[in-house]
């Protein structure tokens, strides 16, 4: 044999051997990639994505954003309270006034500043248009809308107001589990809970009501000072069956959103603090309207009343035209929604956010079985139990191998 088919005899060979190994290597190599969170060696076992702040770094859309359009003043308050405490105010002082202006970076306060980096060194604020503080103006209302773009099952919502803002007497958290169809009222926050929203100040829930909103009065409970806090609205708290969350479908549904909106209703509280009603004859006629309790009186309640609601008698006189609502972090704790089959959430095709579903599942949200795995019901993942979607009895025919072999996913087997 001259050298060089030598050479190649033995390069073939090689080729051969090598062959043969990798056949080997594929056969041992497990299904799963071994650090998929999804898979305990081959069992399947409960998965969920890493906790995160959904808005950070989504644009929040305002409905009122100060000096957009044409510059505009604000100024800041001092509030001074009275030492009591019921409502805890008994006036505003004004501190300084400053200039809002989008065409000025250095007074820009635009929505993006509500969900970028959050750091207390220089810290970044959106502002709502002065408002007018007067009842002719109509309704207060500034509405902010946060779109996740995915179901998120979420933990918290936390709103920092800036520094040397004061925080609105009277707001709503909603959320829209459809991609903003219908909302939701998640929670309440007013020193007139009644009043402004028909329900009682801090209310109990028991088991039989887990998924309403509850009101409360922030002013009264909060323990950090007004200006400059945040308020934070824990999704599970208080509510009866959160310790067994995973089998509380009604709570599973209670914290799941796709959209978060907060709108601030009441800038000040009604004069004469926590509980006094307004001062001016259109005041009373509206505060007796609200109280009639026809608008607000059952419970669900739609969002769309309170989208309309009138702005009840504030206090006209005081920092009337230069108060802004103010927000320097709008975050939401929670995790991509993929009940228990995915660790993880992707960009589409389509470039929207998905779960690498796993467990045979498949859909946006894991939350139905893939094609030919249906020999048993869909299921949430949980602790106890994967529930990973089976295909077992599926005779498939493999095209190309000629035989029918379980669980390929391809043809049915010819009879
Ligand atoms: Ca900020």
Redesign the pocket.
Known sequence: MVPGVLLLALLLAGDGSLAVHRGQYLRSFPVHPVNDPCYDEDRPRRCTPDFVNAAFGVPIEASSTCGQGKPARFCNMKEATDGTHAGGRSGLVESSCEICDEADATKRYSAL??T?V?NTNN???WRSEPRSGTLDAGPDNVTLTLSLGKKFELTYVSLMFCPHAIRPDSMAIYKSADYGKNWLPFQFYSSQCRKLYGRPTKATISPSNEQEARCVDHNRYSVDGVQGSRIAFSTLEGRPSAPDFDNSVILQDWVTATDIRVIFHRLQPASGGGGGGGSSSLAKSQSTELLGGGKFGGVPKKAADFLTHPRDAGSPGVGSGVLTYAL??FAVGGRCKCNGHASRCVKGADDKLECDCKHNTAGRDCERCKPFYFDRPWGRGTMRDANECKGKSLTVFRRGLGSCEKNSNEFECPD
């Open positions: 500043a509500l970028d959050h810290v970044t604020c320097s972090d």
